[in-house]
C-alpha cells in the first residue's frame, strides 16, 4: 500500500514575543548573591533579565507569545492546525503545555504536542513545523519557546543565578510559494548530559560552566559551518547570525572564528533577557524585527545548543 505524499512549502509569517514586566538588574541580583554589576558584565555580558511572577505560568508566558506573534501574522485562531512548543521549565510531566495554550488561544483541537530539548528546543520545534507543512499537510503551524528558569534557579548559586531569566518567543509557520526554510542539523553528546541538568524535580539546576563553553566554542561552531553546507551557502552568505542567547562570552568566542561579513547583523538579546533557553532565539528575532536590524529577505543562520547536550540549527528567510 502506498500512503499520500502531500507536499508544500514551508515559510515563517512572523514573530511574536513576551518578557515579564519585571526587569531585574545586575544591582539587584547583588543584594542576593554575592557578584557585582561589573563582574556579571565581564563575564557573561548580561545587563538585565525578566523574572516572571510567582504566579505567572509557562503556559502563561506562552500565550501572550503566541497570541503576539498570531496577531502579527495576520492570522486567526482558526487558521492555525498545529502548536509546537518548547521548554524544559514546566511545573509538571503531565500535561505538557501545548495543548492548554491552544485552548486559551482559542485554536480549536489542533495537533498539539511538547519538545524538550532545552535551549536547542526553538530549533528542532521549527524543524519540525517545516516538516509538517512540506509533508504532512499542515497549514499553519504555531511554535513557542518559553521558560520560566525562576522556579529552577537556585538565588545562592551564583553560576546560574545571574544567568537565567523568563519570558517566551513565537513563530508562526505557514505554507509559501518557496521553501524558505533550509533542512535542520541537529545532534547531541549525551556523554556530556552531567554538565547542565535538574538531577530531579526537588532539586534546582546544576551546570558545569567551563564544559559547557567548551562545547559550545568548538563543536557548536563546526555544526554552524555545517549548516551553511547542507544549504549550499557559505558563511559570507549569512545576513544575519542568531545563535542561542547564552552568555556573551561564548557568542564572542565563536565570532572569533566564524568569518561572517563585517556588516552581517549579530544577535546579542542576551544583555537585555539573559538567557531563556529555548524563548532565547525568538525573543532575539522578535526584536531584530522590530528594531528594523533584520529586514525582509534577509538571509538567517539560527543555531540552539544547551542541555543534553544537545543542538539544532538552520537557515531561514526573514519574513
Not at 269 to 284: E, Q
Request: charged letters at 20%; aromatic letters at 6%; glycine letters at 8%.
Amino acid at each position: 500500500m502506498q500512503f499520500p505524499s502531500p507536499r508544500h512549502n514551508a515559510r515563517i509569517l512572523s514573530f511574536g514575543a513576551y518578557r515579564p514586566e519585571r526587569v531585574v538588574t545586575n544591582a539587584e541580583l547583588a543584594t542576593v548573591v554575592e557578584t557585582s554589576d561589573e563582574w556579571i558584565r565581564t563575564r557573561v555580558g548580561i545587563e538585565t533579565r525578566y523574572f516572571s511572577r510567582p504566579d505567572e505560568t509557562v503556559v502563561d508566558m506562552a500565550v501572550a507569545a503566541g497570541q503576539d506573534a498570531l496577531t502579527r501574522s495576520g492570522l486567526t485562531a482558526a487558521d492555525i492546525d498545529l502548536v509546537i512548543v518548547a521548554s524544559c521549565t514546566l511545573p509538571t510531566p503531565i500535561p505538557g503545555a501545548a495543548a492548554p495554550v491552544a485552548h486559551r488561544l482559542g485554536i480549536d483541537s489542533p495537533g498539539a504536542y511538547d519538545v524538550n530539548a532545552a535551549c536547542a528546543g526553538f530549533c528542532y520545534g521549527l524543524a519540525q513545523a517545516s516538516s509538517a507543512i512540506q509533508v504532512n499537510d499542515a497549514r499553519n503551524v504555531l511554535v513557542i519557546g518559553v521558560e520560566k528558569f525562576t522556579d529552577w534557579v537556585d538565588p545562592s548559586d551564583r553560576t546560574t543565578y545571574i544567568i537565567f531569566g523568563d519570558g517566551a518567543g513565537a513563530a508562526v509557520v505557514t505554507r509559501g510559494d518557496d521553501q524558505t526554510i533550509g533542512p535542520a542539523v541537529w545532534g547531541s553528546s549525551g556523554d556530556r548530559a552531567d554538565a547542565l541538568y535538574i538531577p530531579d524535580r526537588n532539586s534546582m539546576l546544576a551546570m558545569d560552566g567551563p564544559a559547557v563553553f567548551r562545547w559550545a566554542t568548538t563543536d557548536i561552531r563546526d555544526e554552524v559551518r555545517r549548516i551553511c553546507e547542507r544549504s549550499g551557502v557559505t558563511l559570507e552568505d549569512i545576513d544575519v547570525f542568531v545563535p542561542h542567547q547564552a552568555n556573551m562570552r561564548i557568542i564572542d568566542a565563536m565570532l572569533r572564528s566564524l568569518k561572517f561579513r563585517d556588516d552581517a547583523v549579530i544577535a546579542r538579546d542576551i544583555a537585555r533577557s539573559g538567557n531563556t533557553s529555548a524563548a532565547s532565539i525568538p525573543l532575539a528575532l522578535a526584536s531584530l524585527s522590530d528594531t528594523g536590524q533584520a529586514k525582509a529577505g534577509d538571509l538567517v543562520l539560527v543555531i540552539g545548543f544547551g542541555a543534553g547536550l544537545a543542538f539544532a540549527g538552520q537557515l531561514f528567510v526573514m519574513p
